[in-house]
């Protein structure tokens, strides 16, 4: 899966290398930043893979500088970060590949930071609403269920966005959370990324999470996005969907009758973690 990728916590970074005017630091967070003077704008390919997997992520930038914040959310381990320029077409020629290793004493805390996929930061209107939101209730389960009512009463899903890219063109697509804040509408993608920038924001440990569910909403074929988040009280990872929530909503279901929680049975087959 390849997305096309147009921090929050202020922590110390360590220069791992440096060559063919590639810079790769690494956060400390659970992320590394990519810096590459691409003056000519070249699409630039950038992929992380954690050692003993077959599992790689593939992050594409085309800025003129190019600064990069790459997530590596397959938990603690060593990760390979290769960056690529563009020749033509589908073909890239490689530029530097590191070693990276990720030894976070909590490795749920890099699902706290700001990322390619998930960015934001406390001056975004959409983090300052979760914050705002959040200090009306106690508990951070209350917090989640604060949030997650204002999205699903407040969103809409955005069917013509979704056929312009739904011929392949979502494979390349990144949510921007200030867009999405604003207009009020978005694809999974959108609202997942709006919900775990929002949800992190108040120190919630949320990952964006991409697949193919199947429960009676979905046939296990459809590629979906939801939240799967770490629930402090609960001691465990649970999972929300409101894209699926917010369609059900405006399709005049009663919020009272939706759930919150989703099974794990029903959101099994999973594809990417962010």
Known sequence: MFFLCFIVFMMPTVIVHAENGVGISDNRNGTITVKYANNNKIKIAITVEKSGTNVKYNYFVQDKNV??????????????????????????????????????????????????????????????????????????LNKVKGIYKYLVTNYHYDYNKFAKNSNGNLSYYTPNINTTYKTKKGIGYDISALTASMLRSIGVQTKMVTGYPANKYFDGKSYHAWNVLYSKEKKKWIIIDVTCDMCLYEQKTKYKNLTMIKKASQYSNIKYEY
Not at 68 to 96: C, D, H, Q, W
Not at 118 to 129: E, T
């Open 67 to 140: 600064n990069a914040v790459i997530p590596m959310t397959l938990g603690n381990g060593n990760y390979t970060v290769s960056v690529l320029k563009n020749i033509e077409g589908n073909r890239y020629s490689p530029l530097f590949s590191k070693e990276v290793s990720l030894q976070l004493k909590d490795y749920k805390s890099s699902y706290l930071t700001s990322n390619e996929m998930i960015k934001w930061n406390k001056k975004n209107a959409a983090i300052k609403k979760a914050n705002k939101i959040a200090k009306k209730y106690k508990g951070q």
